[in-house]
């Protein structure tokens, strides 16, 4: 009797997409995981050491709408696995989860060590070979390492969104420039003083969240969120926030002649911040005329920032990479190269902080390698 042959499948890159297409394949097929590295080690930085796992939105369109490149691309991939679907994937082997106040889901262990080893122990039949993927070669589907070639029936790129373009790139596909997204803001102005003060419920640009001036410039929730919608823009643009509320200045001039204006102003912003923003922080209230009034209000509510440069804090995840008309969203089969398949970061896809990028993973992972199957 003919024996079925096992589809042979090869998987560049060891990370979370490229480790989790291979848990799905494992069983089925015969898997090699290449990576130059060791696998996984990626997801030990993440959530601050906690791995940030997913987010508690459990409506795919809504889920979409945190990816400033792919929002479209996702509608259907997370129609098919999303948030719910992973959390099961992660009790399934052994890994319990809670979510946050802020909604973003966290091992019960609070430990991306932990959240490896579990995996990696779930992925004992796949074979991980530490080589570098340098090319791959078409009819027969080959992968060229820096030591070795191999054949295979299907190839997934998951090669991230650092250093793994060259394989894609080799076959023919666009490559959107990649730009760091998720990353705290150099400024032009000279914050150095303000270093350490953080601002809560700050709005920029129709987002609202905490900003923290740094010896560089800023960071803090809200400036990832900028920094990822703007991440293909080019440097410098202006920022404008609004710091705090509105609130009637000269009613409470009138009524606290008496208190210095940064005493007064230090209930709605922090102290040290009106002093930066006062050319006479101890003047009284009742010596504070209207044009002064109305300048201060202005570098409250527009307070205007020169940003030059990303800097370092943040996530940073690559905004850019392999362009998504080149992939099937069905299937995450490249258009360009039958038997090519892609997930992960290594696409042009990115999503706000929260969660969201690891559930790019594990969905267009899902996708990519139930499509195989
Ligand atoms: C500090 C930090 C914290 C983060 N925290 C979170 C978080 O809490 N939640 C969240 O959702 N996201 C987080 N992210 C983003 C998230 O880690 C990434 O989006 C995710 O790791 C991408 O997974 P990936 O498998 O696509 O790529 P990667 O994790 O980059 O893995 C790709 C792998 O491919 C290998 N590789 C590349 N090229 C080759 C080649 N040619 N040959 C062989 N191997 C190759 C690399 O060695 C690597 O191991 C964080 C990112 C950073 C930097």
């Not at 792919?70 to 082997?93: M, Q, W």
Request: aromatic content about 10%; hydrophobic content about 35%; overall charge neutral.
């Amino acid at each position: 009797m003919a024996q079925e042959s096992i589809s042979k499948i090869g998987i560049i890159g060891g990370g979370p997409a490229g480790c989790f297409c291979a848990y799905f394949l494992q069983n089925t097929c015969d898997v090699t995981v290449f990576d130059y590295g060791s696998p996984l080690r990626t997801l030990l930085v993440t959530g601050g050491g906690r791995c940030n796992l997913a987010h508690a939105e459990f409506d795919f369109r809504e889920l979409a709408k945190n990816y400033p490149r792919g929002e479209k691309f996702l509608y259907s991939v997370f129609s098919k696995f999303s948030t719910a679907d992973t959390l099961k994937f992660f009790n399934n082997i052994g890994v319990e989860t809670y979510i946050q106040e802020d909604m973003r889901i966290f091992p019960v262990s609070n430990s991306a060590k932990d959240v490896r080893e579990k995996f990696l122990y779930s992925l004992n039949k796949t074979k991980f070979k530490k080589e570098r993927a340098l090319r791959i070669e078409q009819n027969p589907l080959r992968i060229i390492t820096d030591c070795s070639s191999h054949k295979f029936d299907k190839i997934i790129i998951a090669a991230g969104g650092h250093s793994g373009y060259d394989c894609a790139k080799f076959l023919g596909h666009t490559i959107v420039e990649p730009k760091p997204a998720l990353t705290a803001l150099k400024t032009k102005e000279n914050l150095k003083n303000l270093a350490g003060v953080s601002i809560k419920n700050v709005r920029c640009s129709g987002f609202r969240d905490d900003i923290l001036f740094t010896h560089e410039g800023i960071s803090g929730p809200l400036i990832y969120k900028i920094s990822s919608v703007k991440a293909r823009d080019s440097f410098p643009y202006k920022l404008e926030l609004d710091l705090c509320d509105e609130f009637d200045l000269q009613d409470l001039l009138n009524k606290n002649p008496h208190k210095t204006i940064k005493n007064l102003l230090s209930e709605f912003i922090p102290k040290s911040f009106a002093e930066y923003i006062l050319e006479n922080p101890d003047t009284k209230c009742h010596q504070i005329n209207g044009k002064t009034r109305d300048e201060i209000l202005n570098k409250i509510h527009n307070f205007t920032l020169t940003i030059t440069a990303p800097a370092k804090g943040g996530e940073v995840v690559t905004s850019g990479g392999v362009d998504l008309k080149e992939i099937n969203p069905k299937t995450m089969e490249s258009r360009i190269v039958n038997g090519v398949y892609f997930c992960g970061e290594v696409m042009d896809i990115d999503g706000f902080c929260g969660g969201f990028n690891l559930q790019n993973c594990w969905s267009t992972a899902y996708i990519a390698s139930h499509a195989i199957l």
